[in-house]
């Protein structure tokens, strides 16, 4: 098993293995999302209390669930470009940061137009919303430390690091920022959604779940097939890529 | 003398001798600590309950300034990078930085907040609470903004990046920093914020010099 796994470590490998899975990937995901959209936005029954703007959901949940995920996704390459050396972990987590940044922008974005017919406003300092936004602004200053770091390489490595220290303070950020909001609100405030969901809601959340995550896994394998293609660009195997689809557009 | 004190020393040493560094910070912090009374209004009971805030968001900033130039001589010079290739404790030689930064750049900022107390007008018992916080909470400053300073060496435009990478991951201690002054001005206890903020330190101090020294090294190897 770890024959393959390092074999796959590898971005040339890693190049065949993406461009051969993007294509189902997306394909599913868009399958999923067909079926998820249709079964939440008109099967689906209504909430009793929130009526149709429960909604929303449907793309808000998923959409916060893959903003965290992604800084996973980003720490855990980070922490394989770091730890054992693997030129594939950078490329993932220079991969998954502008995805996991706008993921985490449509999660607060779609809060906030959720939260105005519900909560009368379009942002509260809710601890939840709170630390959305300042995760967003994790994402910001890893993909600041990108493009002000003129080599990609060093910019990656730097990353690496950072992305390392984000995942350790993320948790403390976190509750700080509960403990803080505790305190300093009124206990006044809703939050969002009962603790259980009733089954034909969950159904089509959880298709959606799917749908975004493949589509998320989806964006990432093309993102880091673009990426691999910059690292490697002076590697002999991306030459004759290139030289070879030069080439047959060149006849066409 | 051990190798660590020898690097403290001359890091002290170094920051001590260009005055400027010394005191811009520290005039940096006052005038923003002054701005406040001029957006707010002068009320002095609005000032009392603000003046905590403002002291702990002034030092925050005039920190973000400071960071910059931990690593930047070092980095222009060279040594820096002699420093990485032949110290066997890299991590050791962060933490002393840190050291040496906190011990230059924020015990003077400590200092100067003792004085904005007396003009916010800040009840004894707030003034308190905000000194042993700052002492608390302030570490944790200079070891995570080393962090931040490792990253961005060499990098033009720095003090621009740096606030943007540093402030997210200060956020907890300005928190716990502000709630105990809040608590002070009110009369209650203020014990778990200060255990809260020594957590922290401590958090910090023991995983802040590895990160640094592997963010030095993903810069210039």
């Known amino acids: 098993m770890f024959k393959t796994l390092h074999k796959y470590a590898s971005p040339m490998h890693f190049f065949a293995l993406a461009r051969a899975l993007t294509p189902w990937l997306f394909g599913i995901s868009l399958v999923l999302f067909g079926v998820g959209l249709v079964w939440g936005l008109f099967l689906a029954p209504a909430d009793y209390q929130q009526g149709e703007s429960f909604r929303i959901i449907y793309v808000h949940v998923p959409s916060a669930w893959l903003s965290m995920f992604a800084y996973l996704v980003m720490a855990g390459g980070g922490a394989l470009s770091l730890v054992w050396k693997i030129k594939l972990g950078d490329v993932i987590a220079r991969a998954a940061a502008p995805l996991g940044a706008s993921f985490t922008a449509l999660a607060l974005v779609t809060g906030a137009l959720w939260g105005k017919p519900m909560w009368g406003t379009w942002w509260v300092w809710d601890a939840r919303l709170t630390s959305e936004l300042l995760l967003l602004f994790l994402y910001l200053g890893y993909l600041a430390l990108q493009s002000a770091i003129e080599d990609r390489r060093a910019a990656a490595r730097a990353g690496a690091v950072l992305a390392v220290v984000g995942i350790v303070n993320i948790p403390i950020i976190h509750y700080s920022v509960v403990w803080w909001s505790t305190l300093h609100q009124p206990a006044t405030i809703t939050k969002m959604g009962a603790p259980t969901m009733a089954t034909s809601m969950l159904i089509p959340l959880l298709i959606m779940a799917f749908a975004f995550q493949l589509f998320f896994l989806a964006l990432l394998l093309v993102r880091a097939r673009c990426e691999i293609l910059e690292f490697e660009q002076r590697a002999q195997w991306v030459k004759t890529l290139l030289g070879a689809s030069d080439q047959s557009r060149g006849t066409r | ?221």
Do not use: N
């Open chain 2, 1 to 221: 003398m051990t190798p660590a004190l020898a690097i403290l020393r001359r890091e002290c040493l170094r920051l001590l001798r260009r005055s400027s560094q010394l005191v811009q910070p520290l005039i940096f912090f006052s005038l923003i600590a002054i701005l406040f009374p001029f957006a707010l209004g002068q009320q002095t009971e609005l000032l009392r309950q603000t003046g905590p805030a403002a002291v702990w968001l002034s030092v925050l900033l005039a920190t973000t300034l400071s960071l910059e130039d931990i690593f930047r001589s070092d980095f222009e010079d060279g040594s820096l990078e002699q420093c990485i290739i032949t110290l066997d404790a890299l991590p050791l030689a962060c933490a002393m930085k840190s050291l040496a930064h906190w011990l230059t750049c924020l015990v003077p900022l400590i200092g100067m907040a003792l004085l904005m107390s007396f003009v916010y007008d800040l009840t004894p018992d707030a003034r308190r609470a905000l000194i042993s916080a700052l002492l608390l909470g302030t570490p944790v400053f200079s070891l995570v903004g080393t962090v931040a300073s490792a990253l961005t060496v060499g990098v033009r435009g720095g003090a621009l990046l740096m606030a943007l990478l540093i402030l997210p991951l200060y956020i907890p201690v300005l928190i716990f920093g502000a709630s105990a002054v809040h608590h002070a001005t009110l009369g209650l206890p203020t014990l778990g914020e200060h255990y809260f903020l020594a957590g922290l330190a401590v958090l910090a101090a023991t995983l802040a010099p590895f990160a640094t020294a592997a963010g030095l090294r993903a810069r210039l190897s």
